[in-house]
């Protein structure tokens, strides 16, 4: 079995997650060529600061603009919405290997919400057929009952069943609303559908997860990209081909899987490649992996937005902060769009790295830019922990 070391899978790691700086990604090419690369980049709601999508590609895309996502999606149709990790865009190239995944796709209570419902379901897409593009608000009704699904009225469930279905395609978004129309006529001329194999699916995926994230396990291969079952066998298949490697990565207990192509250029990397500092969303493809993040970088994060108030340790929506390498701390964040001002409720710095000039510098440097793309004007630092940190960040802000 290879053996790397803790170093190496780290720096490799970063580098398929293009935050080693080495790419150069520019404008809504890049964009594109950053959810490629990725396999998928992760779609949010929650606006406290700009939507994690966003953020994820600003933290790779130099020149990012967030019409790049519209331009790619109802333009170009190069990109397409659908679950992966979760909701999220992807490459329209891969679409093929979602079909499967669209004909078998029921959660419990979509099944049980389909149930006499075939009336509604099929009035809705008689409707997108004959008018077009057609999204949630251009239906009338409310559903009585209360909650995550219950609170859609029919045909906005009828419009996600024929989503996750494959009838209907997301079109564009406005103001962030999906705009559905027919699968047929979102999908651009001469694009291969046809259904692949079971095997050339599962390898698919498994290749796909692996040119993204480096070394990683069959559980984080399976989770990064949410193929689901057992994947041992295709694994095994992939790695009598010559096509991937079973790694260790020295210190860690588990069994690590590779791209058989990443090993000879492993020792290549740069050395701190990485200079930017790079906020990174809750969401982005690096840390999404809680368990691994902390196995891998000693980082031990939670999405606080979802706990209690009082039992929050680092605020609303915590973003990490990654420099040379290494995730260094988390700061959480919160855009005042009415005063133009990005507002830090808390900076925490977690590692011994992170204390000197150099990495001041790199952070005013990276919340100015932050700032900016949040169409704020300035930063406003409220806590540090350490404090004796404040104001030396707080200089380099100026």
Not at 314 to 319: A, D, E, I, M
Not at 362 to 371: I, R, V, Y
Request: a positive charge; proline letters at 3%; hydrophobic letters at 35%.
């Amino acid at each position: 079995m290879n053996k790397i070391s803790l170093q190496q899978a780290k720096k490799l790691i970063l580098h398929k997650q293009l935050l080693d700086d080495s790419a150069s990604l520019q404008g809504k090419d890049g964009t594109y060529q950053a959810i490629d690369h990725l396999g998928y980049v992760q779609i949010d709601t929650i606006n406290i600061i700009e939507r994690a999508h966003h953020v994820t590609l600003n933290a790779r895309v130099d020149g990012y603009r967030q019409e790049h996502l519209h331009q790619l999606q109802k333009h170009d149709r190069k990109i397409f919405e659908y679950w992966a990790h979760a909701a999220s865009y992807l490459p329209i190239k891969d679409y093929r290997y979602y079909i499967s995944h669209m004909q078998g796709r029921r959660s419990k209570y979509i099944s049980s919400w389909i149930k006499g419902k075939k009336h509604i379901i099929d009035r809705v897409k008689k409707r997108v057929t004959e008018e077009g593009p057609l999204s949630g608000s251009d239906f009338e009704g409310r559903n009585k009952r209360k909650g995550v699904w219950w609170d859609w009225k029919p045909e906005k469930m009828a419009l996600e069943v024929l989503f996750l279905r494959g009838e209907l395609m997301v079109s564009e978004r406005s103001n962030f609303q999906r705009i559905y129309d027919l699968t047929e006529r979102v999908l651009p001329q001469g694009l291969d559908i046809s259904i692949p194999t079971e095997r050339e699916e599962k390898s698919f995926f498994i290749k796909r997860a692996l040119g993204s994230m480096g070394p990683a396990t069959e559980g984080d291969i399976d989770r990064y990209m949410h193929i689901t079952g057992r994947m041992s066998k295709w694994l095994k298949e992939l790695e009598e081909s010559g096509e991937i490697s079973e790694v260790s990565i020295e210190g860690l207990p588990k069994k690590y899987y590779i791209l058989k192509e990443d090993l000879p250029g492993i020792d290549g990397i740069a050395k701190d490649g990485q200079q930017k500092v790079h906020l990174l969303s809750p969401f982005d493809n690096l840390i999404i992996l809680r368990n691994r993040i902390k196995e891998i970088f000693d980082f031990d994060y939670t999405l606080e937005c979802y706990v209690p108030a009082a039992e929050r340790k680092y605020g609303y929506f915590s973003l990490p902060i990654l420099w040379k390498g290494d995730l260094v701390g988390r700061l959480d964040p919160k855009a005042d769009r009415k005063n133009q001002q990005l507002i830090i409720n808390s900076l925490f710095i977690e590692k011994r790295t992170a204390n000197g000039d150099e990495f001041f510098a790199a952070l005013g440097k990276g919340l100015k830019e932050f700032a900016t793309f949040n169409k704020c004007d300035e930063v406003s630092l409220i806590k540090t922990y350490p404090a004796k940190y404040g104001k030396n960040i707080k200089r380099h802000l100026k």
